[in-house]
């Protein structure tokens, strides 16, 4: 297996793809740079500004997106159309803004927050039901599903949609819960994987750290995969969360796999240059770049936010 860039320009912070079924488009953002980006099969991309920083992006059933800006959670009917705010939340928008997200099985939006300082437990995970019949007068309902997160990420459901894991970046660690869908309810927390902390001093190439989790995707059998910040490598964790396998990346920080083509079986992943090293730039250029490869095992296909 290899990996082939799939884009020229590097993204500072790309984040959230996701692979559009009926438009053989492959999604992502640039948080920093506030751009959504979007991909056809002829290798074409478009850049769309966001007024502030997108966390996150799902596709809608009934066509556009939902985006997670830095203050709320946002609708747009298509490309290039008007933000219309679909939840606003109360966090101080200086040192919080929404990350990691994406739709459920059955259609609610989930997105969860990260705190920027990165020195206190203030990250949060929100559902937002905009299903006819879920909300009140018109208004969604939103939850919060988990909290004491440094940074919200590897937000992801099981293919029998019992199992929904959530990671904490800066904690090293991986959360797991069963999963009710019509309920929404989560029970019997357990950590799925924990990871060894950055040791004090260490220096990107140095030997001794494999990484924290960052975004993550599911595959058909299960298996979740994990981006690895600053690991250079991707892992393969079982559902009961053995690590399966460890593929390097040419980058020092990816930031989310998804799968995509029409069969599901190429691995499209996200990366990081921005706050990296021109020494670190120079030996792996294409940080910051989306990469991809071929798998054996098909993805699952992205889930859809229906309102």
Known sequence: MSWTPVTTEPDQLG????WHPHESVLYWVDIPARFLRRMDSSGRI????MPQEPGCIAP????????ALRDGVYRARGWGGVLTPIARFNHDVRTTRFNDGKADPVGRMWAGTMYEPR?????????IDCRPGNGEQGKPLVQLKAQNAVIANGLAWSPDARTVYWSDTGSH?????NWEAQ?????AHRVFHRFASKPAGWQPGEPGYGGRPDGAAVDAEGNYW???FEGGRLLKLSPGGELLAEIEVPVRCPTMPCFGGGDLRTLYVTSARA????DELARLPLSGRVIAMRVDVPGLPVNFFVD
Do not use: C, K, Q
């Open 15 to 18: 984040e959230s793809p996701f």
């Open 46 to 49: 478009e850049s769309w500004a």
């Open 60 to 67: 809608a059933a009934s066509g556009g997106l939902v985006i």
């Open 119 to 127: 020195d206190a437990r203030r990250g949060e995970l929100y559902s």
């Open 173 to 177: 660690v991986i959360h797991a819960w």
């Open 183 to 187: 309920s929404n309810a989560m029970r």
């Open 226 to 228: 994990s981006a690895m």
């Open 275 to 278: 706050n990296r090293t021109a």
